[in-house]
């Protein structure tokens, strides 16, 4: 069955590289309208430029309330409408010992990866969702489900994701709010991890490999779709079948 978003329009946060490119590359060739942001219109304009349907751009600071406002304001300018949000850029400026993290870096991460989500569907639920129903995304992690050295920080952002999520699909139904928990996928972002655990982790996981950017946005398109349409307050693990068991042994 052919996954369709006709008719549908969609904003990616942190839509420039990664996890959001692929998903806005996705929903774009399912047939939605989509605005991408992030926060450098060069990278958007060339994100964009490769799509095959109608895209727009608009730079914004997924941390900053006003960007989030003004977003959501063009995108319904722009294209009559706002069907989809998908809550996809983060941080990690800090990796190390909870215990040891400054306030800076701190603030920081739960700026984009907490703060962001909630004021950007806020903002889409004030401007759009409240009179027609949508569907909210948030790209959360694994990490967000267990615990990880070095990593503490960025995974208690995601944890608290995870239970917005099931929170708002509570309080702002019929629109849906939906979760995607990642393992380790090949991306500038996890460049890090990748390039220090990645052949190892691939080795033990059932898939024998790590994800691509382009396996999330399977999911997420999936979820976004009228096909998802009885799914709400949940979040997907998509992780290679890390968390089954012997694949951490």
Not at 120 to 140: C, E, L, M, T, Y
Request: charged share 20%.
């Amino acid at each position: 069955m052919q996954i369709s978003l006709q008719n549908k329009v969609a904003l990616v946060t942190g839509a420039s590289k990664g996890i959001g490119r692929a998903i806005a590359a996705e929903m774009s060739a399912a047939g939605a309208t989509v605005m991408l942001t992030s926060r450098k219109q060069d990278q958007l304009e060339a994100a964009a430029a490769e799509m095959v349907g109608e895209t727009a751009v608009f730079a914004a600071n997924a941390g900053d309330i006003e960007s989030a406002e003004a977003c959501v304001a063009a995108t319904i300018e722009k294209f009559g409408r706002l069907d989809i949000l998908v809550n996809n850029a983060a941080t990690n400026p800090y990796f190390g010992p909870t215990m040891e993290v400054d306030p800076g870096r701190f603030d920081k991460t739960f700026q984009v990866n907490l703060r962001g989500p909630v004021f950007w569907s806020q903002a889409a639920h004030r401007q759009a969702f409240a009179k027609d129903p949508g569907v909210i995304i948030n790209i959360a992690s694994v990490g967000g489900l267990r615990t990880e050295n070095g990593l503490g920080v960025y995974n208690l952002t995601k944890a608290a994701l995870i239970h917005l999520t099931r929170q708002l699909a509570g309080e702002i139904g019929p629109t849906r709010v939906v979760g995607i928990a990642p393992g380790l996928v090949q991306t500038d972002f996890a460049a890090f991890l990748v390039e220090n655990f990645g052949d190892t982790l691939a080795k033990r996981l059932p898939m024998k490999r790590l994800g691509e950017p382009e396996d999330i946005a399977h999911l997420a398109t999936f979820l976004a779709s009228d096909l998802a349409s009885w799914i709400t307050g949940e979040t997907y693990v998509i992780d290679g079948g890390a968390g089954v068991a012997g694949a951490n042994g």
